[in-house]
C-alpha cells in the first residue's frame, strides 16, 4: 500500500510547494522519507507531513515486523514492547524536542515512530486475531461502510 501513496505523496508535494524557511536538508530528507527521524527535518519543508514520516518508518521496518511477528502471541508482545518503547521513549523526545526550540519541534515527541508504534502493533494484532475467527463476508464491508458514515 505505501507503494500506491508514494506518487501520490509526490504530487502533493509539488502542489504544496515547500515553505519559504525550509533548508535544502529538510527538503532532501522529505523527498527520501526520512524526514521523521529529526525534529530538525519533520514537518518543515511541508507542513503535516509528519503521518507520511511515520508510515514511511514503520514500512521500512515492516520486514522486520513480517519475520519476527508471525502469530497473535508474538503480536501481543510487539505492542506491549511498543507501549513500553513510548514510555521509554517520552522524556527523551520531549527533552531533545523543547532544544530545538520551534513550536513544530515542540510536537516532535507526539509526532514520532516510536510514540505512533502502538498503533501499527495495534493492526498487526488485529490481523492475526482476524485469522483466528470466523468472520463473515459481509462484516467488513459493513463495518467499512459503518465507519465512513461516523
Known amino acids: ?11 502533493a508535494r509539488l502542489v504544496f510547494l ?8 529538510q527538503i532532501v530528507a522529505t523527498a527520501m522519507f526520512l524526514h521523521g527521524l529529526s525534529p530538525h527535518w519533520l514537518n518543515f519543508a511541508i507542513e503535516g507531513n509528519w503521518t507520511i514520516a511515520v508510515e514511511a518508518t514503520f514500512y521500512m521496518l515492516f520486514p522486520i515486523f513480517a519475520v519476527n511477528i508471525t502469530n497473535l502471541r508474538r503480536a501481543i508482545i510487539g505492542f506491549c ?12 523526545l520531549r527533552f531533545l524536542a523543547e ?14 515512530f516510536s ?5 501499527f502493533m495495534i493492526g498487526i494484532a488485529t490481523f492475526f486475531l482476524i485469522r483466528l475467527t470466523k468472520i463473515p463476508q459481509w462484516a467488513p464491508p459493513a463495518a467499512g461502510i459503518l465507519s465512513l458514515m461516523s
Open 1 to 11: 500500500m505505501f507503494w500506491l501513496a508514494i506518487p501520490a505523496t509526490y504530487v
Open 18 to 25: 515547500p515553505n519559504g524557511n525550509a533548508s535544502w536538508d
Open 81 to 92: 514492547f511498543s507501549l513500553a518503547l513510548a514510555a521509554a521513549a517520552w522524556p527523551t
Open 99 to 112: 532544544a530545538y526550540g520551534s513550536s513544530v519541534a515542540k510536537n516532535f515527541a507526539f509526532m514520532s
Open 115 to 119: 510514540m505512533q508504534a502502538p498503533c
